[in-house]
């Protein structure tokens, strides 16, 4: 079974600009959660979609938002970029929600 | 909101010696679950769990729900063990996502 893939695994952006990253769960996952990792915060809860609704949201403004798809597919998008959005996103898929978690291997985002 | 607390923030040991990581939370939970990352940012699950003990070879992972707080044990380490350990826990119905500690950087020396 393929596992988490998330595209692109880096990308540079200007501060102002949006971005979107994309999650695809491994097949059969109906939940998918996305976290940002950085030096200073560790990790943290950003949102979890199961079933193309968003269960929980985490303590992020309203510039980051995401959907899921009916394949499960995710999206995860920042609008307005900031310096402190610089960060790993890494995006993981369970079977029901909050299971043990798959991880993919992350985006890595650098806000110039 | 929980409050996750990891110790020993680093750690350093020796190839074969017995390590444990502790970490203790502050709120009723639903699940614990243990993460490893290696250099590189790769995160794999290794545990989830809600009560008791499990194992999966070399790996112990042990849960007191009355006194807030779990254990990882690692038997035998192994330089291939060195990585950052993430403990993350879920409230009750799985509201609020995880909340992860700061983690443990542990490097096991040949």
């Known amino acids: 079974k393929a596992g988490v893939t998330q595209t692109p695994r880096y990308l540079i952006k200007t501060r102002g600009q949006q971005v979107t990253l994309s999650c695809s769960p491994i097949s059969g996952h109906r939940s998918v959660s996305w976290y940002q990792q950085t030096p200073g915060q560790g990790l943290q809860f950003l949102f979890e979609?199961?079933?193309?609704?968003?269960?929980n949201k985490g303590n992020f403004p309203g510039r980051f938002s995401g959907r899921q798809f009916s394949n499960s597919r995710s999206e995860m998008n920042v609008s307005t970029l900031e310096l402190g959005d610089s960060a790993l996103y890494l995006c993981?898929?369970?079977?029901?929600?909050?299971?043990?978690?798959?991880f993919g291997p992350g985006t890595r985002l650098l806000v110039l | 909101k929980n409050e996750v607390e990891q110790s020993p923030q680093n750690l350093t040991a020796q190839e074969g010696e017995f390590i444990t990581i502790n970490c203790s939370y502050s709120?009723?939970?639903?699940?614990l679950h243990w993460l490893q990352q290696h250099p590189g940012g790769g995160i794999v699950s290794l545990f989830m769990?809600?009560?008791g003990k499990k194992k999966h070879g070399r790996l112990i992972a042990t849960i007191n729900i009355q006194e807030k707080h779990s254990s990882l044990h690692i038997t035998a380490s192994h330089p291939r063990d060195s990585a950052v350990y993430i403990c993350a826990v879920s409230a009750g119905g799985g509201a609020d996502g995880l909340t992860f500690g700061k983690g443990t950087h542990l490097i096991i020396q040949p």
């Open positions: 993981a898929s369970s079977l029901l929600a909050m299971e043990t978690q798959y």
């Open positions: 979609y199961f079933s193309e609704t968003q269960r």
């Open positions: 709120v009723g939970i639903s699940a």
């Open positions: 769990l809600s009560s």
